[in-house]
C-alpha cells in the first residue's frame, strides 16, 4: 500500500483535505478531496497520513515580535513583492484566548515591548488557529506528522524556484497559473475544480493540493525547512517552522 500524504487548508465549511501518497511528484498522482468540518474531522480523515501538512501557522510566540516569527520572516524574504503579503504574522499564544477582536489586539499590545497589534485578517482566522492549538497542544506528540506549510512557498518550487507567482492567487489569471503548476502532478485538479463544494473556494482546493504536494517532499525528506533545522519550539515544545 502507498503512504499517504495529505494537504489541509482552511475554508468557509471548516477544512479542505486533499489525501495523495508520496508518489504525488509523478504524473498520474491520485488525489482523494474531502472536507472536514472541524480539525479533530481532519485528524480522523488523515489517521493513517505518514505526513500532514496544513497552511496555519503551528507554534506561536508568547510575545509579539516585528515581523513574527523567525519562519514568517523567512518566508517572507523567499516569496519576495509581493506574495510577501500572504504570510500573515501569527498572534501572541496570550492574544488567542480572546473572543472580540479589540480584546484579541489589546493582550498582543499587552505582550509586545513595541505594542504590536493584529490584523483583522489575522483575528479572522483565530476560530481555525484555536482548533489546530487546542490539537496540538493537548497531544504534542502530533507535530510529529503534522507540519506547516504555506501553499504560495509550494507554488513558488512548483514553478521552479525563480521569483514566483505575482498574480494575486483569487484572481483568474492567478487561479489558472496555480492550477497549471499542478497539473502535471494532479492530473485531475481542473475536474476538481468544476466539481462545486458548498462553502469551499476554488483558492483553497488548489492551496490543498500544494501542501499535499509539500507533504509528500517532506515524507520523503527532500523539503526545504524554513529556519534550517532544528527550528526554534514555542513555549509548549511545538515547533515554529513553515516547510514547502
Known sequence: MADLVAGVDGCRAGWVVVLTDTACADVGAHAEVMVACDFR????LTRGARVVGVDMPMGLLDAAVPGGRECDRHARRLLGWPRACSVFTPPARGALTRASYR????????????????SIECFGLFPRLREVDEALSAAPAL???VTEIHPELSFRALAGG???????KRSPRGLARRAALLRPVF???SRTLRTRMSRVAADDVLDAHAVAWSAARVARDTAVCLPARPAPRDARGLPMAIWY
Open 103 to 118: 480584546g484579541a489586539l489589546a493582550a498582543n499590545r499587552r505582550s509586545s515591548a513595541a505594542r504590536l497589534g493584529i
Open 41 to 44: 474531522a481532519v485528524l480522523d
Open 143 to 145: 507535530a510529529e506528522r
Open 162 to 168: 525563480a521569483a514566483g507567482l505575482v498574480e494575486p
Open 187 to 189: 492530473p485531475r485538479v
